[in-house]
C-alpha cells in the first residue's frame, strides 16, 4: 500500500544498476542503456571527451621546425667545401631552414660586438638585404633559386669568417699574416657561397654573381675588424 518500497526500490536501481555507468570516451558505445539516460536528462556532455592534439606533445625544436642534426651536417658541408670529402653539400641549398643561418649570423654579431654594440642589428640587417640583392641578381641572370635558399646560403657561409676570428686575435700583430688570414677566410666563405648557389644554368655569367658575392664577404668581414 505505501509507495515508498517501490520509490525505493527506483532509486535503488538507477543509482546501483550496473546497466548505468558514466562511461567515457570510446566504452560510451558498449553501454548505449547509460548513453541514452545521460543524454535524455541533459547530461549528454559528460560523455564528450576532448581529444588531445598529437601535436600539442611535440618537443619544443620540432614545435619550431629546429632539426639539429640537420644544422650541424649543413656546417660540416660549409666548413668543408670540398666535393672530394663526399658531402651532400646541395642539401644546403636545396633544404633551406631558417634558425640554422639565423644562429651563424647572431653568433657572428656576438663576436663583433667588442667595442661596436651597434654593429650586430646592422649585420642581421646586411644578411637580410644582402641576400635580397644576390637573390634578385641571380633570378636577373637566369637563376632558378628561392629568397629562401639565398638567405640559408649566405648566412650559413659565415661560418668560415667565424673560424678565423679567433686567429686575428691571437696573430693581430702580424699585419701580413692577419690580411692573409682574412683573404683566406674571405675566399672560403665566398667559395662556400658561390659553390652552391652559381650552378651550370649560368654558363659564362658566373662571375657576375661571384664577385657580389665575394664583396658582400669582405664587408662582413669589414664589419668585425670595423676596418
Known sequence: HCPAPHLWHFLSGTISSPDIKLNMGSDSGKDPYATTFLRQRGYGWLLEV???????????????????????????????????????????????????????????????????????????????????????????????????????????????????????LVIGGFEVVSTLIKLFGVFWAAYSAASLLVGDEFKTKKPLLIYPIFLLYIYFLSLYTGV
Open 50 to 168: 576532448e581529444e588531445e592534439d598529437s601535436e600539442d606533445s611535440k618537443p619544443l625544436l620540432e614545435e619550431l621546425d629546429i632539426d639539429l642534426k640537420d644544422i650541424y651536417y649543413k656546417i660540416r658541408c660549409v666548413l668543408m667545401p670540398m666535393p672530394s670529402l663526399g658531402y651532400n653539400r646541395q642539401v644546403v641549398r636545396d633544404n633551406p631552414d631558417f634558425w640554422g643561418p639565423l644562429a651563424v649570423v647572431l653568433l657572428f654579431s656576438m663576436i663583433s660586438i667588442y667595442g661596436q654594440f651597434r654593429v650586430v642589428s646592422w649585420i642581421v640587417t646586411i644578411w637580410i638585404f644582402g641576400s635580397l640583392t644576390i637573390f634578385l641578381l641571380a633570378r636577373v641572370l637566369g637563376g632558378e633559386v628561392s629568397y629562401g635558399q639565398v638567405l640559408g646560403v649566405i648566412g650559413y657561409s659565415l661560418l668560415p669568417l667565424i673560424v678565423i676570428a679567433p686567429l686575428l
